[in-house]
């Protein structure tokens, strides 16, 4: 296959032979066209173009190559979570599966990582078992340990309302404190902007629309502006934007943001029980239809799954005494690469807003298609399609908000410059690396 570009070289040059050459179609500069990708023996890639030799060669044909994405939220429940929901092993499967190398995963677990024993705990138990990389954050609460906590962990993660796992959020006086002393510690924060002053207590809900009446937009919209003016050094990036208002806004602050699969293509309608009961909560059909309409122009810079399983019991209780989250990184990438197919989104702004950015945000050298790179790619057929089936999927919890979507599964997904998954099938090692952010290095 004719190469378009000369080929790009890393500092090695032609000195390093490629252990694997993978030759397909990729999204390079702006189109999608014919490439070959070197792979060296460290997993990274050597070279983006052509290639005169390489010890193997691998030839997909039409097929497109991706770089594989990072799910920068996620909730694996260990420890101390039901083991029936998830695990750390269970969990990475589940991404892998879903075309995803490297996770985020959050400190509300039980207990929660406010320390370095907890962190150094929770550490341990990713090491040998994870299919995936793992970035742990950890939770800011614990004002003497923050200095500490800063040398080991991956990110902070700030909760400002109550959710699983968080009873008493900071009160808001605390807050702006917390963000100074935060920015002297140069890791990422996420935050969950909910004010729990705006919150309703109108009676018990009892189905998604009530959830959205009792925890509204304006909670959000609420709690976003009062983390504004942020610290200057801060890394700061708010965690599942609902509405197309809170995006605009943080768009205007050149803040980074995400948005969830569940808030871009679910709303408060989709289904009446718990199973569709999230913090924040799904927002009416107009809100969702405008948060798309924003992610498709670009204009919301990241997606992650805030996955969050519950079991299958668990969602079966009466609606306000059911746990709120849904599980999602498993089927992530597949309902977009579905939306790609049928033409509703730009493959660009998919790669950028799943693969590119957030691995960016976290200090992580994947999510490009670039010399110096970890060799974490997709190989996609957008021609295969499937159903979204719960009771397949790697998590135990067994189901999925999106039962019966049209997806479209990556065929292989590659890590360090090998197959993981092959046909469906995790065919990788549970030799995750537990990772922290290198904004200096790495990324070339
Ligand atoms: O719905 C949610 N579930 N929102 C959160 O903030 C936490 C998450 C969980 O851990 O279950
Ligand atoms: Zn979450």
Known sequence: MPPTRPRERTPAGDRAEPEVVLAGRAFVRGRLQPVEIAIGDDGRILSVGRVRDGRARRDVGERVILPAATDLHVHF?????????????SGTVGAALGGVTLVGEMPNTSPPVTDVERYASKRALVEGRAAVDVLLYASPTEPRALPSLARVAGGFKLYLAPTTGIESPPPPSEVAPLLRRLAELSLPLAVHAEDPARFRAAGAPRDPAGWNVA???????????????APDRL???????????????????????????????LSDRSGGDARHKVNPPLRTERDRAALWEAFVRGEVPMVASDHAPHTA????????????GVPGAETMLPLLLARVRSGELGLDRLIAAACDRPARWLGQPTG???????????????????????????SPSGWSPF???????PQEVWKDGRPIV????????????VVRPDYAGGSP
């Open 368 to 394: 490009r298609l670039a010399p110096g790179h970890r060799a974490n790619l997709l190989i996609v057929d957008f021609r295969a399609r499937s159903r979204v089936d719960g009771r397949k999927l790697a």
């Open 235 to 265: 890394r700061l990036h708010i965690a599942h934007v609902t509405t197309a208002a809170v995006a605009e806004a943080l768009r205007k602050r050149r803040s980074s943001f995400e948005a969830t699969p569940h808030h871009l293509l």
């Open 403 to 409: 039962e019966g979507w049209e997806v479209v599964r």
């Open 313 to 324: 019991d668990a969602k079966s209780l009466p609606f306000d005494k059911a746990p709120s």
């Open 215 to 229: 925890r509204p937009p304006e909670a959000e919209s609420a709690a976003v502006d009062a983390l504004f003016p």
């Open 77 to 89: 429940r260990e420890p101390g979570g039901d083991s029936g929901a998830e695990t750390i092993a």
């Open 422 to 433: 092959r046909d469906g099938e995790f065919v990788g090692r549970t030799d995750g690396r």
